[in-house]
């Protein structure tokens, strides 16, 4: 793939040159004619091509076959991120997973990289789990992962309102699903008993009343 060096270097992905096999591309000598002499009489024009590098980023080679594809996958999410485009991948939970792990390999700063993958998510609107239990069931495993505890709160609270759906989607086979059965069942256990308690107390108060 053929990448602005000016676009990498404003997402602060350095690291990407360093650690992958990056060539500059030559440039088109076309282009080049026409950039010195649309620049001829005026020394302070610059038209030349901006500056592109050729990268080659291969998969480690000791995983699999499959392994590799996904980490491929993981890498052509890394550049959707970095150009606002939507993921792609079978479970969304397991790419965004992938994404932030790889932008934590391609970029220095870890907070930078909390803060702009939330932001992606809010952008793409993985974050709207309105009537979208995929959405709602892979953020929940985004934030579990990586504790994000606002995040994951959120998430859960959508999963608990479409309970009834959530075994429909893939994301939810991801999950220890006996687990978030679990949790989903306390859930429900507990805030039935704090209804109970709340109908017991009014019961009360309208007996010590009469």
């Known amino acids: 793939m053929r990448l602005s060096l000016a676009t990498i270097e404003s997402s602060n992905c350095r690291p990407l040159l360093e650690q992958c096999s990056a060539q500059p591309v030559p440039e088109d000598p076309q282009l080049t004619r026409m950039s010195m002499a649309s620049s001829v009489g005026d020394s302070h024009v610059d038209l030349s091509p901006p500056a592109k590098y050729e990268l080659y980023i291969p998969a480690p080679v000791h995983l699999s076959r499959e392994e590799a594809f996904r980490y491929h996958l993981t890498t052509r999410n890394f550049f959707a991120w970095m150009f606002e485009k939507p993921m792609v991948g079978d479970r969304l939970g397991d790419a965004l997973a992938a994404l932030y792990s790889r932008m934590n390999d391609f970029r220095p700063d870890e907070e930078e990289n909390q803060d702009d993958i939330l932001a992606y998510l809010d952008s793409q609107d993985y974050t709207d ?30 999963c608990t309102g479409m309970n009834d759906d959530l075994a429909n989607s893939a994301e939810f086979e991801v999950r220890p699903r006996a687990r978030l059965e679990v949790k989903l069942a306390d859930f429900f256990t507990v805030r039935f008993a704090h209804n109970e308690s709340l109908d017991h107390e009014s019961t009360f108060r309208d007996a010590t009343t009469s």
């Open 129 to 158: 789990f309105r009537n979208c239990p995929d959405h709602a069931l892979a953020v929940l495993q985004f934030g579990e992962k990586f504790e994000y505890r606002e995040l994951w709160t959120d998430a859960f609270v959508h």
